[in-house]
């Protein structure tokens, strides 16, 4: 049996595709110029369109950036969250899914040119910062703290301030995604595979946090 047509005109489908086009548009831009240096004719110019046609879906420079955000990384923050929540099986597993799926989805994506922008220009943009704070780290720490006291009221894991030990976790996956997303010539360090790091971060990390670890 064909698969159905999209029976929708040409242009009426291309003005559905435009706010992910310029998203798309938008990421690319601010991951290679930064915040600051962004302009929004240039990301117009990048998806295709006009500046006015940007408008028509963007006030500002700071709206497109959030939703930027929201689209994608807080997407998928709150897909983390439905999955965790409905998961049955053991907490060490989760905790790795939930490392393993944010490194692969985000941070191993240009998407981790983002967390890499507001580091190097948050401060310039307070309101910025704060908005990535409350919809993305804080959000984030949550998770991972909650899938701690989880493996510790099974039993699973031994008793952890759950706080301390997400900075703990989320520290090297960061720095894993700076290396990954920049270029450093003053480090005179030989190549890691993501995926190496990754698989050997997690198995000590596992190993530590198990309940009958010593």
């Not at 939930?98 to 401060?123: D, F, Q, V």
């Not at 908005?131 to 008793?159: D, K, M, T």
């Not at 960061?174 to 920049?182: A, F, G, V």
Request: glycine share 6%.
């Amino acid at each position: 049996m064909p698969a159905p047509q999209d029976t929708k005109p040409r242009w009426e489908r291309r003005k559905d595709a435009r706010p992910q086009e310029l998203l798309a548009a938008a990421l690319a831009q601010f991951v290679e110029r930064g915040y600051a240096a962004t302009r929004l004719e240039d990301v117009a110019k990048r998806a295709g369109v006009s500046k006015g046609t940007l408008y028509l879906y963007f006030t500002n420079k700071e709206e497109l950036f959030k939703e930027v955000v929201r689209a994608n990384i807080v997407a998928t923050i709150g897909e983390a969250e439905q999955d965790a929540a409905s998961f049955d099986g053991p907490s060490g597993e989760l905790l790795s899914t939930l490392l393993l799926r944010w490194w692969t989805e985000i941070w191993a994506t240009p998407l981790g040119g983002i967390t890499k922008l507001m580091l190097s220009e948050g401060n310039n943009f307070p309101e910025l910062a704060q908005f990535y704070n409350e919809e993305v780290v804080a959000r984030g720490s949550l998770l991972i703290a909650q899938v701690l006291r989880r493996g510790i009221a099974r039993g699973e894991f031994r008793p952890v301030d759950p706080v301390v030990m997400t900075r703990v976790l989320i520290a090297p996956v960061l720095m894993l995604m700076m290396w990954t997303h920049s270029y450093m010539p003053t480090c005179d360090m030989p190549d890691v595979a993501p995926e190496a790091f990754m698989e050997t971060f997690i198995t000590t990390t596992l190993r530590g946090l198990r309940a009958d670890s010593t």
